[in-house]
């Protein structure tokens, strides 16, 4: 029976959506409100072969849901809004309470609300959408699918951090992983694609954010971001690792808050930091061809910690089979593709460079110990799976029946 699925992405200034007819996965409609709480929000849509954009007079995210209901309902999208019978949100954190996607109810509410101080800048605007979303669509299904969720098969020996235990016990400080939809997204098309060989595979997920995560049989060991997506890799503005005395340290020096520390850390370091150009990895990538030594130095910076990682994780992993490049970078840089891959050549990665500059799925040589695979990232299409498989279940089992209860 064909089902129409909603796949949902609030953050602090945007709003993505994907419409899809299931179970073809058909993707009927896809766009986002961009510049939401702020006094220029602009609607894209693409539908067809149409593209569709508004600058909208209305910011917040109920004017958005109610604006994008009534768009599927004008071009006949949806035949009505009762045909509309899920609804995925992605949720930055589930913390330890999540490790699969839930139909939401009050009680997953209160615990997203709860998680919020685990993820003050994230949880909160899902639990807006969510509200929202639900308030205009009262007859459809709506269920959380979240970030972290993937990450939850890591074990307590790779999740804790060498802190006092007291840390985990009574603050749930510890590893949580994040990307864990596009992780997991990599993982079913190996799968699909490739079942002998995606024994050990790294997957390293490049974009304005990077984490790489290392999985064994599909589940995720190892994951870079860790209690927040700030740590691990270099990233666009995000400083990621670094000496975890440095915080406080350059409070002292600057005598600025850590407040400020904090934003320094997530906004303005990077290859935003090093740079001092942008966080843009093509305008960087552009500068650094034209001799900018700032350019230059981030690119190499950038390109050292995925090196780095890879070589971390295949030791966790005690090999390697396959190794994937996803998000903005890995798909489109031929250049990071090329450079890491020369890097991991003591791994037994051959790369075929024609094949790497037409970016095919397998760019890896015949004669390559690891296959290397591209891999667009889906992470709407995700959702959306996970959405529907979780209401495909029987009701014994974890599944749940098409009706609201609260
Ligand atoms: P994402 O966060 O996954 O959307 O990725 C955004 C990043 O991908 C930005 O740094 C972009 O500059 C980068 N990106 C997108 N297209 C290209 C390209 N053709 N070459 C290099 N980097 C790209």
Known sequence: MNEYVLSVNGGSSSLKFRLYRMPDESQLLSGQFDGMNSANPVFKAVYGECKQQENLSTEDFASAAHYLLSFMLEKQLIPNQQSLKVVGHRVAHGGEHYSG????????????????????????????????????????????????????????????????????????????????????????????????????????????????????????????????????????????????????????ITGTDMDNVDRMMNFKSGLLGVSQYSSDFRLINEAAQQGNQQAILAQEMFINRIVETVGAYAAALNGLDVLVFTGGIGENSEVVRQRVCEQLAYLGVVIETTKNRSAEQVISAQASRIIVKIIKTDEELMIARESVKLLAEPVDSGGVELNHDD
């Open 101 to 252: 996607p839930v139909v939401i109810d009050n009680e997953v509410l209160g615990n997203i609300d709860r998680l919020s101080s685990l993820a003050p800048i994230h949880n909160p605007i899902n639990l807006l959408c969510i509200q929202v979303f639900r308030q205009i669509l009262p007859t459809a299904v709506h269920v959380a699918v979240f970030d972290t969720a993937f990450h939850q098969t890591i074990e307590p020996s790779r999740y804790l951090y060498p802190l006092p235990y007291e840390m985990y016990l009574n603050h749930k400080i510890r590893r949580y992983g994040f990307h864990g939809i596009s992780h997991q997204y990599v993982s079913t098309v190996l799968s699909a694609t490739f079942q002998e060989q995606s024994q050990k595979v790294i997957n390293c997920h490049l974009g304005n954010g990077a984490s790489i995560c290392a999985m064994f049989e599909g589940r995720s060991v190892m994951t870079s971001m860790g209690f927040t997506p700030l740590s691990g890799l270099m990233m666009g503005t995000r400083c990621g690792d670094i000496d975890p005395a440095l915080p406080i340290h350059i409070a002292r």
